[in-house]
């Protein structure tokens, strides 16, 4: 007797068909017996084919049930949780979305408002609880921008109820919440809003995302400003709409009154490598202000003392890209010659290993075997990548 075919036993949907429908009905019925997330699937299947309102009424009735119980979700539990509300959303967004939009929102506005309750019910300790909802995010906007005026009112009556929540599924939609959808949802929210920490926040990220920069600003509380990474992106911002003035008032708003620290953040002849530092992106956000006002030749000496004391690939990259051709032949030069002197060996050997500057990185290796032995953990993959070529560096730092 012949023996069958292996590929006519592999589950695949062609292969599946070959059974019939009633067979497969049969089979689906037994193990939704004892799968409840097979069997609601199954359940919403059938009201997809009944058109969006049996759909809508279908997924409702389920969130409604999630949002009345009380009893506690083990761990054990939590994937199956996670799996239906999965499931919910994506019928959602797939299956109601395309023919009721307006319909869809309403219902993911209803699905986001369960996760209050199940946080407090759900044992979450690795995060996917808030990671299901995050991923959920995006569809939310996106569904949003195209749903009429009467489903909007129910995600602004949302974002009123749960300010903070809503700042976090803005922030984890990103690009998916438009101008143009950031503007309308601004419109619709009151004064009250900002009467909250929360909500101050929640319109900073709708004015972020409506290019509202003045709005943006204004929320920006004074000590705030003040932070380094915060005076970046407020200069930032400002450059970008050619605000050249208010970009540097708000930078310089973030330094104290050590004029060494000034003259370290805005160039000059007379930069400290030892005055305190601020943050790399407060430095970046200073040199672009530099190149704004005109002073490129002070910029360009700001990102050559950030090298200096850094030994940034990246602050060495930006000074080289701005130089004439030729000149930046014997400023890289230049460059690797004071790496190669420098106290720290470590940072110097990253940026040989990472420019690549094999042969260099190797000379290091060969003329401080002492640091070389003692380098950090780095050290192991170094000396597999110069092996090829430089074995006697590669054996030093592999002591």
Not at 40 to 64: C, Q, Y
């Amino acid at each position: 007797m012949a023996r069958a075919s292996r590929a006519s036993v592999r589950l695949s949907s062609a292969s599946l068909v070959h059974l019939g429908a009633p067979r497969l009905a049969d089979i689906l019925i037994e193990a939704g017996a004892g799968n409840a997330n097979l069997k609601r699937r199954l359940r919403l299947e059938l009201a997809a084919e009944l058109g969006p309102a049996a759909l809508a009424m279908e997924i409702n009735k389920r969130l409604v049930a999630l949002e009345a119980a009380r009893t506690r979700v083990s761990w054990r539990k939590r994937g199956e949780l996670i799996a239906d509300l999965e499931t919910h959303r994506r019928m959602t967004v797939e299956r109601l979305a395309p023919d009721a939009p307006g319909e869809a929102l309403v219902v993911l506005v209803r699905w986001f408002d369960l996760y209050s309750g199940l946080v407090a019910r759900v044992k979450d300790t690795k995060g996917e609880l808030l990671a299901t909802f995050e991923a959920g995010a995006p569809e939310l906007f996106r569904i949003a921008g195209s749903a009429e005026q009467e489903a909007l009112r129910e995600l602004l009556d949302a974002m009123r109820r749960r300010p903070h929540d809503y700042g976090r599924w803005i922030a984890a939609a990103g690009d998916d919440v438009d101008a143009g959808l950031a503007s309308t949802l601004l419109d619709g929210l009151d004064a009250e809003v900002r009467k909250t920490p929360a909500g101050r926040l929640l319109i900073r990220s709708l004015a972020d995302r409506a290019q509202a920069l003045d709005l943006w600003l204004s929320l920006i509380p004074p000590e705030q400003a003040r932070s380094p990474d915060v005076a970046a992106d407020i200069a930032r911002r400002l450059l970008a709409a050619d605000r050249t003035t208010e970009a540097r008032a708000a930078l310089e708003a973030a330094l104290t009154s050590s004029r060494s620290k000034r003259r370290w953040a805005f160039g000059g002849r007379h930069q400290d490598l030892d005055a305190p530092r601020l943050t790399p992106a407060w430095e970046t956000a200073a040199i672009a202000l530099l190149d704004a006002e005109g002073r490129g030749e002070e910029a360009q000496a700001l990102r050559w003392s950030l090298f200096e004391r850094d030994l940034s690939a990246l602050a060495l990259r930006d000074y080289l890209s701005r130089l004439p051709d030729f000149d930046d032949v014997e400023a890289l030069d230049r460059a690797f010659a004071h790496a190669a002197a420098a106290a720290d060996f470590d940072a110097a050997m990253r940026l040989f290993m990472d420019w690549p500057a094999h042969r260099e990185a190797a000379n290091l290796v060969l003329a401080r075997p002492r640091e070389a032995r003692k380098a950090s953990l780095m050290a192991r993959d170094w000396a597999s990548r110069l092996a090829q070529r430089f074995p006697e560096a590669a054996s030093v730092l592999a002591d």
